[in-house]
């Protein structure tokens, strides 16, 4: 069974750092670029990172940009989310997704097929 599973969210103090992880099983993940999706209740899920299948190139959300950090371990078949000075804003449900290759509109969630089952981080103020 191929499927993605999130792990690594909590509650944490605006300010704190979680880094999570999304790890693939049932198949290798090697030449599947990956995504980090949050979505609260009663909005839409929204791009926050993204990073090719060989982890040369990265994009953010503007949002958390300079504040998360995306990356890929392929021995591991895990991505992972470093997420530093946290804000209450960022408490979102936290999603990994991947796609076949790299996708072109990679801050669709419409790009990706496989998704995880998402991971609560709730930051408080």
């Known amino acids: 069974q191929v499927q993605l599973v999130e792990s690594g969210g909590g509650l944490v103090q605006a300010g704190g750092s979680l880094r999570l992880s999304c790890a693939g099983s049932g198949r290798t993940f090697t030449n599947y670029a990956m995504g980090w999706f949050r979505q609260v209740p009663g909005k839409e899920r929204e791009f926050v990172a993204f990073?090719?299948?060989?982890?040369?190139?990265?994009a953010y959300a503007d949002s958390v940009k300079g504040r998360f950090t995306i990356s890929r371990d392929n021995a591991k078949n895990t991505v992972y989310l470093q997420m530093n000075s946290l804000k209450p804003e960022d408490t979102a449900v936290y999603y990994c997704a991947a796609r076949f290759g790299d996708p072109t509109y990679y801050t669709r969630s419409t790009a990706y097929n496989l998704w995880g089952q998402g991971t609560q981080v709730t930051v408080s103020s």
């Open positions: 990073i090719t299948w060989s982890g040369g190139r990265t």
